[in-house]
């Protein structure tokens, strides 16, 4: 038998459960809820206070049946459906080779000269080696691309560097590299489980460890910190004590620019400003 997707919208959110017991009661052998396009809330962030945002009043059902009478079913689900206003479509399910598909997401990707990023089944003589886990950081998106290409344009010197929020350990370990004597933390274990594996899969020792920023207290000569806008904001103190000359922020979206700013112009000197989509990565300098 053939697998089919049905695609039900818009459905009333406060009938969902009804309309669930019913594809169930038909032989559905799984549902997903899904927002309508353009509906769906803005993700709670950790800071965000106050109630969460109230559901839409509709949504989209899809669903997935094992039938060979594909046309009985969208015609019995139609008629069931209609006096709700809903939409049914039905579609046969393309079989598709996930792991090859997954793995295809994660392409080499050259940030500058000498410096390429690679997952481990398709990396050449010479790629940095990042695997994709738990940890945030495989190269491919902009905020780690803007602080990895501070790190290369030349106008960043010195001989420590630290890696705040080090996710993968993708920054840390480009830093080794370069010759740069890193270390990196992170609040999630599994993040450094994720590091500790690439450093070794790259052949570069850099010691990572579970820690918040108040837990670390040795400055470095270059700060690295891909962290949200909010939490850089929150930490403006503890980031500027442990800078000796260079902090390498990223992780800022444009709306809230500002906001950073604010936490460190007055501090330090801003030395560039890079946009990336809308992402803004900034490079400031301990004033001589």
């Not at 019913?22 to 993700?43: I, V």
């Not at 006096?83 to 479509?89: F, I, K, L």
């Not at 390429?116 to 940095?128: Q, R």
């Not at 690295?224 to 979206?253: C, F, P, S, W």
Request: glycine letters at 8%; charged letters at 20%.
């Amino acid at each position: 038998m053939t697998w089919w997707e049905v695609d039900i919208s818009p459905w009333p959110t406060d009938a969902v459960e009804l309309l669930s017991s019913h594809l169930f009661t038909l032989g559905a052998q799984g549902l997903q809820e899904d927002y309508l396009p353009g509906e769906e809330p803005p993700p709670r962030q950790p800071w965000d206070d106050g109630p969460a945002a109230p559901e839409p009043s509709h949504k989209r059902i899809v669903t997935w049946f094992e039938t060979p009478s594909p046309d009985e079913l969208l015609a019995s689900l139609q008629t069931w459906c209609a006096p709700q206003g809903a939409t049914v479509q039905i579609r046969p399910v393309v079989e598709e080779d996930w792991t090859t598909s997954w793995q295809a997401s994660f392409p080499r990707l050259e940030i500058a000269p000498g410096l390429t990023i690679a997952a481990p089944w398709n990396a050449e003589s010479g790629d940095l080696i990042i695997e994709p886990g738990q940890g945030f950081g495989t190269g491919q998106h902009a905020t780690t691309k803007g602080i990895l290409r501070f790190l290369l344009d030349g106008s960043v010197q010195g001989e420590t560097a630290l890696d705040v929020g080090c996710g993968s350990g993708v920054l840390a370990i480009a830093a080794a590299r370069l010759g740069l004597k890193v270390s990196g933390f992170d609040i999630d274990p599994e993040a450094i489980h994720n590091a500790v594996h690439n450093a070794e899969m790259n052949s570069i020792e850099v010691p990572f460890r579970t820690a918040t920023l108040d837990d670390v207290h040795e400055p470095a000569d270059i700060v690295m910190a891909n962290i949200y806008a909010e939490l850089l904001h929150k930490y403006a103190d503890q980031l500027v004590a442990l800078t000796g000359r260079h902090l390498l922020l990223a992780g800022i979206l444009a709306d809230r620019e500002q906001l950073v700013r604010k936490a460190f112009d007055h501090r330090l000197e801003l030395v560039e400003r890079a946009v990336d989509g809308e992402w803004v990565h900034l490079h400031y300098r301990v004033p001589a």
